[in-house]
């Protein structure tokens, strides 16, 4: 296709014509009505190529074929045909047109990709390779020709080398980590080494490793590398937050853990209930294993300054004076214990201005089931000042495979179906958790 500038030098060179005579001027307009239907014609070539090439739209190969016949120096449309030659399987048509592409743009890496794959499928893997490479050469920094050529050198037995392209992959393309780690999972029969050496040294690699060893079940080796990766990368990361809360799912004990670790700056507390006074911020990104506090339809629930037991913070229940009033699950707090030991549960309570039929409790509960596992004398309406609540129980035995992980709650049971509004103001603080030796 002619270029403006071209345009413009030729209609200056057709107007220096001295215009005397009528044959003159008709050659002039003989010569512009050429070169419009030149570019006419280039347009609509252009038109038709990117049309038949485009990859969204599907086109046999009797088509393209046709195609080439007309516009034979398009390598667009003899690439189009030598990946559709290799479809069909018919490689010595596939590998003369894509020789032919690449005469036509050697320097197009694409044309490399398509002949190498041509390459792999006569089973040359040398030639295959040597395209890859050149494609390399041609474009360092695009992801195709790495992922190319790691598949290729996988395939060929080449672990090692296949091994540093995929890393090369992922660094450029994040996305292709999860689908990359599976592949040479699959590829190595469960090689923990192998997929350690793919993702980089970044956080978010790392992590990404971590979650995928999970899901295969290999606990223990991800939580090592969950463990490894940076304190502050990690509790910047959302990551993070999802693989505790997947990892509960198989071991609620080291999930608590490593969530201590997170959001306590890898301290040495391991007290069977985190933050019973109250004193730490409730992060919402980290919350699994900290106080969850809901909306309730009966009462206005915070943690506040002023009032505390202990510190400078407690648990805040301004109740709205509606009937029938409930606190089910709204102030939780899941803890792991083990089936069968005994434990004994206490806490701090104080009421201001409270009218109810029953106060508060502390109890304890179970994921799986909302029946109460055990539960303390309620709040004593009527008494000043700070009352101290306690409950013994055992922890009961699970159904195999079930994780050890209960809730501590503040709970207000009606003792009927009906019973009047209960008002006032009730402050919890200094929650603590002890397993009683025999």
Do not use: C
């Not at 495979?401 to 009906?418: C, D, L, M, T």
Request: proline letters at 4%; aromatic letters at 8%; hydrophobic letters at 45%.
């Amino acid at each position: 296709m002619m270029s403006h500038r071209q345009r413009n030098s030729l209609t200056r060179i057709s107007f220096a014509i001295p215009i005397h005579s009528i044959a003159a001027r008709l050659a002039v307009a003989v010569m512009l009505t050429l070169i419009g239907a030149l570019l006419a014609y280039a347009a609509v070539s252009q038109f038709i190529v990117s049309a038949i090439t485009d990859e969204r739209v599907t086109v046999d190969r009797a088509t393209l074929a046709t195609a080439v016949a007309i516009f034979p120096e398009s390598a667009r449309l003899q690439a189009r045909l030598a990946a559709s030659a290799n479809a069909e399987r018919d490689f010595t048509a596939a590998q003369m047109y894509a020789a032919r592409a690449l005469e036509l743009s050697p320097r197009d890496y694409r044309l490399r990709l398509l002949m190498a794959a041509i390459k792999e499928s006569l089973g040359d893997l040398s030639a295959a390779e040597a395209q890859l490479r050149e494609a390399l050469r041609l474009a360092p920094h695009k992801t195709e020709p790495h992922w190319q050529l790691a598949n290729l050198l996988l395939r060929a037995g080449r672990l090692s080398a296949a091994l540093a392209e995929f890393r090369a992959t992922t660094t450029m393309n994040p996305r292709l980590l999860p689908v990359t780690l599976n592949i040479i999972w699959r590829a190595t029969g469960q090689n923990l080494e192998a997929v350690d050496a793919i993702p980089a040294g970044d956080a978010k690699s790392r992590l990404a490793l971590a979650a995928f060893l999970l899901k295969q079940s290999h606990v223990q080796e991800a939580a090592r590398i969950f463990r490894n990766v940076d304190y502050s990368a990690r509790r910047a990361l959302a990551e993070s937050r999802d693989f505790i809360g997947d990892l509960a799912k198989s071991d609620a004990a080291l999930s608590r853990e490593l969530w201590i670790d997170l959001v306590s700056g890898n301290s040495d507390e391991r007290s069977l209930i985190w933050n019973g006074s109250f004193e730490t911020e409730i992060t919402k990104e980290f919350s699994q294993y900290d106080w969850l506090i809901d909306r309730s339809e009966y009462a206005r629930i915070r943690v506040m300054p002023g009032v505390a037991h202990n510190g400078g913070r407690a648990l805040r229940i301004d109740f709205l004076g509606r009937d029938t009033t409930r606190l089910t699950s709204e102030i939780r707090q899941y803890v792991v214990l083990r089936p069968g030991a005994r434990y004994r549960l206490t806490a701090y309570a104080k009421a201001e201005n409270l009218v109810t039929g029953e106060a508060p409790r502390i109890a304890v509960t179970t994921k799986a089931a909302p029946d109460w596992i055990a539960q303390s004398e309620p709040l004593v309406s009527s008494l000043t000042g700070w009352q101290p609540l306690a409950v013994e129980f055992t922890a009961p035995q699970l159904a195999t495979g079930a994780q050890p992980a209960f809730e501590i709650a503040v709970r207000r049971k009606p003792k009927f179906s009906y019973d009047e509004p209960t008002s006032g103001t009730v402050w919890f603080d200094d929650f603590a958790l002890v397993e009683v030796k025999p």
